[in-house]
């Protein structure tokens, strides 16, 4: 039986992206919203493999 997560990784996920489905109040604009994911994910990956940073 196929788990809701097996399902994203499935259809959501790629060798070198993912795809977000994002719900949230009208407080913050799309664009706002994924400039606040990039940040956080930017971080966490420079955090995590900062050898990734020195290549930039």
């Known amino acids: 039986m196929e788990t ?3 399902t994203f990784f499935r ?3 790629n060798n070198n ?5 994002l719900q949230s ?3 913050y604009s799309c664009t ?3 400039t606040i994911i ?3 994910t ?3 990956v ?3 493999y900062p050898e990734v940073k020195k290549q930039l």
């Open 46 to 48: 420079f955090r995590q």
């Open 42 to 44: 930017a971080k966490e």
């Open 32 to 34: 706002q919203i994924i």
């Open 38 to 40: 990039k940040i956080i």
């Open 25 to 27: 109040f009208p407080t």
């Open 4 to 6: 809701l997560s097996d």
């Open 17 to 21: 992206h993912v795809h977000f489905l």
């Open 11 to 13: 259809d959501w996920y």
